[in-house]
């Protein structure tokens, strides 16, 4: 399918209902950039992105019947990819406890820095600052990753967020506010054993 053409896909998902494998593969190559988009949002490392993105489309294939069309097809297939993404957090093993140990050099540099006001993060400190925050939030549960993620990392609006994870925008502020408590405690205890 070239630039130039739109998918017709009503046409294609009843193609696709009916077995045809060539309508199959041109809707995933329609979706596909889309879902690569949100398990690169949603995810901390990128190892395992085409085997993710193929567990999101045999999960929309194996539920196609449950499709009736209320939404678009971009936003049924959005929660199946942000639902996927929430469940390969929760099933990757975590550590109970993030400690100074745990940083870099170049981040513990960093994180002193913030914490005794020195002065603001250097441009050659930033990597270090984008990876001490993902590591923070990788110790956060993954509805509190995502919602962090979406509402302060990549600035989404409560709108996009509720169309996205299908929650309403009343529980997506009170995610968000949770999230962000707990990672507040989260660096608190970081700084607490780094001054101990």
């Known amino acids: 399918m070239s630039d130039d053409e739109t998918l017709d896909l009503p046409g ?4 696709v209902r009916a077995g045809d494998q060539a309508a199959a593969r041109e809707l995933v190559e329609y979706l596909y950039p889309q879902v690569i988009r949100i398990i690169r949002r949603h995810l901390p490392r990128r190892v395992l992105e085409e085997d993710l993105a193929q567990e999101i ?14 939404v678009p097809l971009p936003h049924w297939v959005s929660r199946i990819a942000v639902t996927t993404c929430i469940d390969h957090l ?3 093993k975590r ?13 513990a540099e960093v994180l002193d820095g913030v914490i005794t006001n020195e ?3 250097a441009p050659d400190d930033a990597l270090e600052a984008h990876e001490l925050v993902h590591k923070l939030l990788a110790q956060l549960k993954p509805e ?10 990549e600035q989404r609006t409560l709108v996009e967020i509720s169309e996205h994870t299908g929650w309403n925008k009343s529980l997506v502020k009170v995610r968000a506010f949770r999230a962000r408590r707990k990672l507040r405690k989260l660096f608190e205890n970081l700084e607490q054993k780094e001054r101990s």
């Open 12 to 15: 294609c998902l009843a193609l």
């Open 57 to 70: 489309f045999m999960k929309m294939f194996s539920r196609m019947d449950q499709y009736n069309g209320a």
């Open 90 to 92: 929760r099933a990757q």
């Open 95 to 107: 550590r109970p406890e993030f400690r100074w140990a745990d940083l870099s050099e170049k981040e």
């Open 119 to 121: 002065s603001e993060v």
């Open 144 to 153: 509190d990753q995502l919602v962090i993620r979406m509402l302060d990392l």
